[in-house]
């Protein structure tokens, strides 16, 4: 059955040229073009950063996006590129740079459940493993793929939306994904 795609974890700290050379790689041995229903998704997680990495032609603002289209040959085959900059749910609109169908939404990530990690949730969202009740947790979840928070076209605003299972503690240390 194969798989629709891959993610690049941290992927703000690679060049864009980089990533373009690898992503032109995979669509080579794809045979040239990528499958229809294929998407990979940059993690970029922003936070303070957001102007930085997305405004005008730096980091991944235009730039990246004029890299891909000249590599990958076409605007159908960059839109298979998305990206999650950590957002939504308190700031889903926060990336100006990127159209809302090429930006992957989701409640919590790996890095979100760390005991040093805080991204805010706002009203609109919890992390399982911080003590948020397995019931609000589901509700938020339930809603990401229902109604996310201040969608506007439910046709192509953030088409991919995910969930990333927590990790669990074992002996009072971190499991997978992020142990010890």
Not at 4 to 27: C, N, W, Y
Not at 43 to 48: A, F, K, R, S
Not at 125 to 131: F, T, Y
Request: glycine share 8%; net charge negative; with cysteine.
């Amino acid at each position: 059955m194969g798989a629709s795609g891959f993610r690049i974890d941290a992927a703000k700290h690679m060049s864009p040229e980089d990533l373009t050379a690898i992503l032109k790689l995979v669509q080579t041995r794809m045979g040239g073009r990528f499958p229809t229903d294929f998407f990979v998704w940059l993690e970029v997680l922003t936070g303070d950063q957001v102007n930085f990495l997305w405004s005008g032609s730096s980091w991944y603002g235009s730039h990246f996006t004029d890299l891909l289209v000249d590599a990958l040959g076409s605007y159908d085959e960059l839109n298979k590129v998305k990206f999650f900059d950590g957002g939504y749910p308190s700031q889903p609109w926060q990336n100006t740079a990127i159209p809302s169908n090429r930006i992957v939404i989701q409640n919590d990530d790996h890095d979100s459940q760390s005991p040093d990690f805080n991204r805010d949730f706002g009203h609109r969202g919890c992390v399982l493993v911080k003590s948020c009740p397995v019931a609000e947790h589901r509700n938020y979840e339930i809603r990401l793929f229902i109604d996310p928070y201040e969608i506007r076209d439910k046709n192509n605003d953030w088409p991919i939306r995910i969930i990333l299972s927590s990790f669990y503690h074992t002996y009072g240390v971190l499991g997978v994904p992020d142990g010890y």
